[in-house]
């Protein structure tokens, strides 16, 4: 049986353990909260150009953009948001899990597909099991403005208007509420499901100068506006994830003290009763 | 006079929401001046300041590029950043001016002239609206 001194040690360090993840535990409500904000404030945003993107493709008949078009896939790239930072449960493995999954059972050669991780967990998986890791961000803040991510957005949409990626799948963490996160996957380019999303405004267009070089700004920024999108919906996943982990991080702790306690206390008895038997004992031999 | 309510929104959020009786902007073809009653339409705008005309108002901003959606009794501007003169950081500006300046002038192959040359347009136009000189 574990002393006295072993068991009181114990206690103390859980205790200690316990306040830091209570902390974690607040610190994550605090910034889940500020990232629901976010989240709300780029849907006015998102919801208009996806009414504008919509009533273009589905008005003009002729309207043709490389964007718009499906090609052979040669190959296909995957962006991957992860977390930079841990204890998140398993918001970071989950995804991963999926994605490792999804490339094998459709690749066979590196040759066939690309990442683009943002957040240091997922860079660092895949350069550990040899993948190809064609441009990575990490050290997003936990309110991320457009212009963190503008850089890598547009990179993105360039690899594919340079034909070096033929499709681009996302994969990230949607919030559905606090203790519900789901692994989703979303295909980004080619924008052929269009018509499908969002209603298009009665309203027909008149365009300047014309079509096709609207689509020419439109396309990518609204490519780009889904990859923000989803980063926001990652990062508010993120901190639920958090929080939930770390509050059954805090519950763990509370339970553990318990046990501790009781033994502690058990063993303080034990101590306590084998003290009076030798006291006793003692007595009696002298009489 | 009757007034269109223009929406100036970004990924970051909406920057304004008024009544105004004129905007007046830059987009890629040329200058637009848009009075209430225009056909619907849409077009990509430039980095440029938009101007807004309303009943003794008159404001204006900073957008980097985005497009211009019209309606009848409605403008909506929808950019990647847009500023109001009072939300510029003028300093960064500044600094985004002389960093993209230096760029340019280095005549080193490895960097990216484009993107240096739409850094320093986009420093200059916020300079300008927050200066107020057109």
Partial sequence: MASLRDIKGRITSTKKTKQITKAMEMVSASKLNRAEQNAKKFVPYSEKIQEVVASIAQGGGDA???????????????????????????????????????????????DEYTLITIGRIGRDFFRKRNMPVDMDITGISDQPDFSDIKDIASDTVQLYTDERIDQLYIYYNHYVSAITQEVTEKKILPLTDLNKEGKASQSSYEYEPNQEEILEVLLPQYAESLIYGALLDSKASEHA????AMKSATDNADDLIGDLTLSYNRARQAAITQE???????????? | MSTLTVSVVTPDGPVLEDAFEMVSCKAESGELGI??????????????????????????????????????????????????????????ARMAKERAERRLQDKQADIDFQRAEMALK???NRLNVYENNF
């Fill in chain 1, 276 to 287: 009076i038997t030798e006291i006793v004992g003692g007595a009696a031999a002298l009489e």
């Fill in chain 1, 241 to 244: 994830a958090r929080m939930t």
């Fill in chain 1, 64 to 110: 043709s953009h490389p964007m718009l078009e499906a090609r052979d896939v040669k190959k296909t790239g995957y962006l991957v948001i992860t977390s930079d930072r841990g204890l998140a449960g398993a918001f970071n493995s989950s995804i991963l899990r999926k994605v490792y999954q999804q490339i094998r059972s459709k690749h066979t050669s590196a």
């Fill in chain 2, 35 to 92: 009075l209430p009653g225009h056909i619907p339409m849409v077009a990509p705008l430039t980095i440029s300041a938009v101007r807004l005309k309303g009943e003794g108002k008159s404001d204006r901003i900073a957008v980097s590029g985005g497009f211009l959606e019209v309606r009848p009794d409605k403008v909506t501007i929808l950019a990647q950043s847009a500023e109001k003169p009072a939300d510029i950081d003028i300093d960064r």
């Fill in chain 2, 122 to 124: 986009r420093a200059l």
